[in-house]
């Protein structure tokens, strides 16, 4: 999968940013989605299991939200 991104990526082609959305249905959770990506990309994962602990902890975190983003997961 690296090599086919790099390969879209090249310098012949002029495309420099590529966006890949995910769903919470591969990993039963879209964050640890993501992190099975990025491992597949050797890259390093994203530790949202301190993001989560962190929230539980603070009890006005998302006060009036439902729903968690890919940004409330960013380092």
Do not use: C
Not at 6 to 13: D, M, P, S
Not at 26 to 47: H, I, R, T, W, Y
């Amino acid at each position: 999968m690296q090599k086919k991104i790099r390969e879209t990526q090249n310098k012949n082609t002029g495309i420099q940013d590529i966006l890949i959305a995910f769903n919470n249905h591969f990993a039963g959770f879209g964050p640890q989605s993501v992190n099975d990506f990025l491992k597949l990309m050797n890259l390093p994962e994203s530790d949202w299991k301190k993001e989560l602990e962190r929230q539980d902890n603070n009890p006005d975190y998302m006060k009036g939200q439902s729903q968690s983003s890919l940004f409330d997961f960013s380092n």
